[in-house]
């Protein structure tokens, strides 16, 4: 494991290694957001407080969905205490930064979609940030956890599939995210079976009940669009072809 990057590079350097890839993951998924926003011609100010709206409430879920893991609370650990030495959660922090793109549209009055400006942000900011769990999260009973090797490997594949390829199909407003969701909570609850977390209940980890009740909404969600007719649109019609029109 190489907690500092003094240690992945040999070198008296200090730095906190996952922080540091944290770090480098969201300057990643600022800038495929910005390129993307400007390649669909979405140019609105109001885009900058949609983004730190994300940004606030991705971190503070991140650090604080793991809180409530015993039903006395007396039994959990204070706020302040988790917040300083808490167990970050990937699905917390997704989970913020979709509350807190809402709550930041709603206090600016932004009501165009923008899921299709996170989706291929997320994807591959994940990628990167997924780079540092592998160099510093041991693996249950010592060694690397090379669980987050295939992780990183379905971000980087998402990435590819919607930026060259979904991005560009007649899709809805905004479903490229809820698909993105879709397809990595599946991914997720699978890899869970690697990764040697706490089993809770019913043979399943924390992750993996929390995604059981979610991802069945989401596929649900996506069914009832596909029956209405919302993803029937004109064979082989570009994105930027409906936006001409």
């Known amino acids: 494991m190489f907690p500092t990057l003094g240690d992945l590079l040999g070198v ?10 944290v770090a480098l993951g969201v300057a990643v998924a600022v800038g495929v957001f910005v390129v993307e926003a400007r390649r669909r011609g979405h140019t609105d100010d109001r885009l900058l407080v949609v ?24 039994d959990n650990a204070t706020l302040v205490e988790q917040w300083l030495r808490g167990n970050r959660s990937v699905l917390g922090g ?7 793109v809402h709550v930041a549209k709603r206090l600016v009055g932004y009501r165009l979609r923008t899921g299709d400006l ?12 997924r780079v540092g769990c592998l160099l510093t999260e041991p693996r249950p009973g010592g060694g690397t956890n090379w669980s987050f090797v295939p992780e990183i490997g379905f971000h980087v594949a998402s990435f590819a599939v919607v930026w060259w390829w979904l991005r560009h199909r007649s899709l809805p407003p905004g479903e490229l995210f809820v698909w993105w969701v879709a397809a990595y909570g599946i991914f997720r609850f699978v890899i869970e079976l690697s990764r040697g977390n706490e ?24 069914a009832l669009r596909w029956r209405s007719g919302a993803y029937r649109g004109p064979t082989g019609t570009t994105t930027e072809e409906l936006v001409a029109r």
């Open 12 to 21: 008296p350097l200090p730095v906190d290694t996952h922080g540091t890839f």
């Open 51 to 74: 983004v730190t709206g994300a940004l606030v409430g991705g971190a503070l879920l991140m650090r604080l969905g793991t809180w409530l893991q015993h039903a006395d609370l007396r």
């Open 94 to 100: 997704l989970v913020g930064a979709w509350l807190g």
């Open 118 to 129: 996170f989706a291929p942000a997320v994807a591959l900011g994940m990628a990167v940030g």
């Open 199 to 222: 089993v809770v209940w019913a043979g399943l980890t924390r992750p993996q009940l929390f995604l059981a009740v979610t991802v069945p909404l989401v596929l649900l969600r996506i």
